[in-house]
């Protein structure tokens, strides 16, 4: 079940809701010493959609205890949570909250952060390969109308025939934009209407839960990235795919499988927010 649609905690009592809240706002070694009881009491009151959230982000990490109780007294685990969200989505890529393990995409982001920027691809883009047919499949079902022109890119994908793939793909995530918004999601930055636009669908999705824990994820949208900035605006960035001077015909060097493999990125986290 798609984590955005679903409105996580909004079934929580407040009590419920303070002490998720609570429990995971603890500092690293308050967490640890506290961990059997308090997501003992935190999961009494989950439903199975919300349990099924946690065991995709949290259980399919191979990192330890250990690590957070190694962690200073006070970490802001959300704020650096939501800051990798922003990281990795400057260099290209969005990752899928359902499917991209915790340990994987962070391992990702400490790669570009040191400069590792060839290796920090490499990582998302084993991912992603593995990821394609689930895109597909959810962008197909959530948007059946465009289902048999996502076919054509993702089959022109899989032939490695980017130069068709990507620009269908591109054009079709504006469009699914136009379909969740009333508007495309290109740049933001000078159009402060979209923003709003944008900011409060979102808000009106997000349950307190949600929003403290991932809300740095669902804005990212209304942020200037890469991927969606103007020209002018592109200058700023390193990443060097966008969707503005490929589908304008100013990028003829856009036909990669890294490129192509964002573009899916790009498509996933889009759909997401329906």
């Known amino acids: 079940m798609p984590v955005f649609k679903t409105n996580l905690f909004a079934n929580l009592s407040p009590d419920q809701n303070r002490l998720l809240i609570k429990s995971l706002e603890l500092s690293a070694k308050e967490f640890g010493k506290n961990l059997q009881s308090e997501l003992s009491k935190m999961f009494s009151g989950f439903t199975p959609s919300q349990r099924h959230f946690f065991r995709v982000m949290m259980g399919q990490s191979k990192i330890k205890l250990s690590a957070f109780q190694s962690l200073p007294s006070g970490f802001d685990y959300f704020g650096k949570l939501n800051k990798s969200f922003e990281t990795l989505a400057q260099h290209g890529w969005f990752i899928s909250l359902n499917r991209t393990p915790l340990d994987m995409w962070s391992a990702a982001e400490n790669c570009f952060l040191s400069g590792q920027i060839d290796k920090g691809n490499e ?63 290109s740049s933001t930055s000078r159009h402060p209407k979209k923003i709003d636009t944008q900011k409060k669908y979102i808000e009106g999705k997000l349950d307190a839960g949600t929003k403290k824990i991932l809300g740095g994820y669902f804005f990212l949208i209304t942020s200037l990235l890469p991927i969606n900035a103007s020209s002018n605006e592109r200058k700023k960035f390193s990443s060097p795919f966008n969707r503005h001077l490929v589908l304008h015909g100013i990028d003829v060097d856009y036909a990669t499988e890294i490129n192509a493999l964002k573009a899916a990125s790009w498509l996933q986290y889009v759909v997401s927010l329906k």
């Open 123 to 185: 990582m998302m883009v084993e991912h992603f390969r593995e990821l394609l047919d689930a895109i597909q499949k959810r962008a197909r079902i959530a948007f059946p109308l465009r289902g048999h022109i996502l076919e054509k890119a993702f089959d022109a994908h899989r032939r490695k025939e980017y130069e068709l793939s990507i620009p269908v793909m591109l054009a079709q995530i504006d469009g699914i934009g136009e379909d969740i918004f009333g508007q495309d999601v």
